[in-house]
């Protein structure tokens, strides 16, 4: 099966009231689709890596009252979980979709991941794109881009700040026609996670695996 894009209903999901009613929406209008996404990016990331990545899909199960603002599907090399690990995600929030290389709170040794980051800032600066965007909490549609922020700061709140995560890619507005062209969009995600690939591995070697 063919990922045709995402739709106006897609997004318009974040706006049903209820848990219940919101994560019945998210099943059935946006995990089909996520689930091909990941069965395309699986592929070409186990490639990529020269590791078997495996795909999670949110399922949201802690949640008991409030529906959920976002959704995403993360790959990791990691088969019983990614939130401890170095990890890809896509996702949507209600005006936007988001591809991260994503280091998140739950990540055990962080701070040394940040640190060998720090060392080699002259490195990732390079790599980086300038229209990327940096966010610090997974949970906020908020995020800025490379070219309007210090990369240092933000890898020193990320090694200082328990809370602190690091989530670097691209976001793509619900407008942007590229949404509708499933084809192109799986080249934008593929195309941004090879730009990341080099700080992925470099973070790799550090991760506890």
Do not use: C
């Amino acid at each position: 099966m063919n990922f045709e894009g995402f739709t106006a209903d897609d997004f318009a999901t974040f706006s049903i009231d209820g848990l219940e009613q919101r994560m019945e929406a998210i099943r059935g209008r946006i995990q089909p689709k996520f689930k091909i996404i990941g069965d395309s990016l699986s592929t070409s990331l186990s490639v990529l890596t020269g590791n078997e990545m495996y795909v999670h899909i949110a399922q949201h199960a802690r949640r008991t009252k409030n529906p959920p603002n976002d959704t995403w599907l993360a790959l990791s090399h990691n088969k019983r979980g990614y939130k401890m690990h170095p990890h890809f995600q896509v996702g949507l929030f209600d005006d936007h979709v988001f591809i991260w290389l994503a280091y998140i709170y739950e990540l055990p040794n962080k701070k040394e991941i940040a640190q060998h980051f720090l060392h080699s800032i002259d490195e990732i600066q390079a790599l980086l794109p300038e229209q990327y965007v940096i966010s610090m909490d997974h949970t906020k549609k908020g995020a800025q881009s490379i070219a309007n922020m210090s990369l240092q700061q933000s890898l020193e709140r990320f090694s200082n700040v328990k809370k602190a995560e690091l989530l670097i890619g691209k976001q793509i507005f619900k407008d942007d026609p590229l949404l509708n062209d499933g084809t192109k969009f799986l080249n934008t995600i593929e195309d941004t996670f090879s730009t990341l690939l080099p700080l992925y591995t470099m973070s790799m070697r550090i991760n506890i695996v």
